[in-house]
C-alpha cells in the first residue's frame, strides 16, 4: 500500500510541476480546426498517446525505471522548441521537488520530466510497469483537462475520454517494455510549432 500511495502522490494533478500549464499541441490542434468536439479530441488525443508518448516516451522511460541513463536522447526527440522547454520545466521542477524532501542529493542543471519521474520511482522502489502506467494516466488526464477548457468540453465527456482511452493504457505500457524508441508524429510537430508563435492561448505549449 506504500508503493501505491507514492505511486498516487507522484502521478496527481496537485504534483507541483505545471503540468496543467501545458497542452502538447492540443490548443494549436484546436485552433487550426483539428480538434472541435469530443469525438476529435478523442482521436487526437488517442494518437499522440499511440505515436508520439507511447512509442517514444514510454519505452525510453521504461528503460529509465531500469537505470538506463536515456536523457539526451530523449530530449533530442523533442522536435520544437516548446516541447523541449516543456519537459524541461517540468523535470526541473520535480528534480527540486526531489531535493527539498530528501530524496536526491544530485546536482543536475538540466533533466527532463521522464528522467526525473523515473529517479524517484525507482527511489520509492515503484513497480517499474505500474509506474509506467502512471506515467501515461497522468499524462493522458492533463490531456484531457486541456481539452475540457480549450475545446470546451462538458466534464462528462472527459470523463468517458478517460476511461476509453485509459482502457488501452495497459496495452501500451507491455508493448514499450520490448520495442525500441521511435517518435513520427509530424502533425504534432508542425502545429507545436505554430503553436509557438500563436496570437491568443490558454497553454504555454
Known amino acids: 500500500m506504500t508503493e501505491l500511495a507514492r505511486l498516487l502522490q507522484l502521478v496527481s494533478p ?3 510541476v505545471g503540468a496543467y ?3 502538447q499541441g492540443l490548443e494549436a490542434a484546436v485552433e487550426a480546426g483539428v480538434v472541435s468536439d469530443a469525438a476529435s479530441a478523442e482521436r487526437w488525443i488517442g494518437d499522440v498517446l499511440e505515436l508520439s508518448v507511447g512509442a517514444m516516451d ?3 522511460l521504461w ?3 531500469h537505470g538506463e541513463d536515456l536523457d539526451e536522447m530523449l530530449l533530442a526527440g523533442r522536435e520544437t522548441a516548446e516541447l523541449r522547454a516543456e519537459t524541461l520545466q517540468m523535470g526541473r ?3 527540486k521537488l526531489l531535493r527539498d524532501v530528501g530524496l536526491s542529493a544530485e546536482d543536475r542543471e538540466e533533466i527532463s520530466f521522464p528522467a526525473a519521474y523515473a529517479l524517484a520511482a525507482r527511489h520509492w522502489a515503484i513497480e517499474p510497469r505500474a509506474a509506467l502506467v502512471g506515467y501515461l494516466w497522468s499524462w493522458l488526464e492533463n490531456q484531457v483537462m486541456a481539452a475540457v477548457k480549450v475545446v470546451p468540453l462538458g466534464q462528462t465527456a472527459g ?3 478517460l476511461l476509453a482511452l485509459g482502457g ?3 496495452a501500451i505500457a507491455d508493448r514499450a517494455a520490448t520495442v525500441e524508441p521511435s517518435n513520427f508524429a509530424p502533425a504534432l510537430a508542425i502545429l507545436s510549432s505554430r503553436h509557438e508563435k500563436q496570437y491568443s492561448r490558454l497553454f504555454r505549449s
Request: aromatic share 10%.
Open 63 to 65: 528503460r529509465m525505471l
Open 168 to 170: 488501452t493504457l495497459q
Open 93 to 95: 521542477s520535480l528534480f
Open 14 to 16: 496537485a504534483l507541483p
Open 159 to 161: 470523463q468517458r475520454m
Open 58 to 60: 514510454a519505452p525510453l
Open 21 to 23: 500549464s501545458y497542452s
